[in-house]
């Protein structure tokens, strides 16, 4: 019960022990008790303790004179901050000595409950501005902000409970060493479906696809199909992260709007009201 921030040792020790757990969970995802792990991890779905959306960067979306992009989301998100932190290092390429993605480049945590980051030097305060310019860098990188509400956080990063309600990440994730993006295409339908959201977006297939398969490896979710000579994508579980637009080598699959976006990113969190003010 005791609240600590935990040091990079004590991260990679813990690394080790959930990658070990990461080879567990896909063998027995048909179990029984496989469902009640997966409920104390992210609670049961009317009360979840964790809530993610993903938040494509950069998506291609028909001009409409309501339509909000992603970036202005987000922008709006950060601005609504008092008080921002990007971490020197990204916890979950560190603990997993990621190859592919920068180790050195960090999440930003928003809000007055981050500011216990600062006392163990794990990132630096930044403003505003600082922080936009960070989420644009992810893009050029790869990485898929997803913008999560998790009850564990409490424990992991020493938020203390009663300052819980002023905190939110915005995690900028790889597909091969986020723990939540690895596990996507394992998660019951219904923790999929209520804790893991697009903001508004899907993966579409084009003509022009040559059907090299390369993005139905790269989904994370499962969601594109082969069909032929070309691929198809189940809208229901695309989580609208764009890894297979960045993989694709010959522009054939993007993102598209499929839902009205919302006023304000908070309102994809339903009844979850946080004051990061």
């Known amino acids: 019960g005791r609240e600590y921030i935990m040091t990079r040792e004590d991260f990679s ?24 792990m997966m409920n104390g991890v992210f609670g049961p779905v009317e009360n979840p303790k964790i809530r993610s959306r993903v938040i494509p960067l950069n998506a291609q979306v028909k001009k409409s004179k309501n339509a909000v992009v992603p970036y202005q989301l987000i922008d709006d998100f950060i601005d609504s901050a008092g008080f921002l932190i990007i971490l020197d290092e990204c916890l979950c390429r560190k603990g997993m000595e990621c190859k592919d993605y920068p ?25 505003a501005k600082e922080a936009k310019k960070h989420v644009r860098e992810a893009e050029k990188h790869g990485l898929v902000p997803f913008a999560a509400h998790a009850k564990a956080e409490e424990q992991v990063i020493g938020i203390p409970e009663e300052q819980h309600h002023k905190f939110i990440e915005l995690c900028l994730c790889c597909p091969c060493c986020c723990l939540a993006m690895k596990n996507l295409k394992y998660y019951t339908p219904e923790i ?7 903001v508004g977006f ?9 059907g090299c398969n390369k993005c139905v490896s790269a989904c994370p979710s499962d969601a594109i199909k082969k069909n032929g000579n070309k691929v198809w994508v189940k ?3 695309c989580i609208g992260c ?19 976006p919302r006023g304000e990113l908070m309102d994809y969190f339903d009844g979850l009201r946080l004051d990061l003010s």
Not at 14 to 22: D, Q, T, V
């Open 242 to 260: 764009g890894i297979c637009q960045y993989t694709c080598e010959h522009d054939a699959i993007r993102l598209v709007q499929i839902g009205k």
């Open 103 to 127: 180790v050195n480049f960090g999440c930003i945590m928003l809000g007055e409950g981050a500011r216990t980051l600062l006392k163990g030097n794990h990132g630096r305060e930044v403003t």
């Open 192 to 198: 999929h479906r209520h804790n893991f959201i697009n």
């Open 13 to 36: 020790d813990l690394s080790k022990a959930i990658r070990y757990s990461n080879w567990m969970a896909p063998r027995f995802a048909h179990k029984k008790w496989y469902q009640k």
């Open 235 to 237: 809208e229901d579980i």
């Open 202 to 210: 899907a993966a579409k297939a084009l003509p022009d696809c040559t």
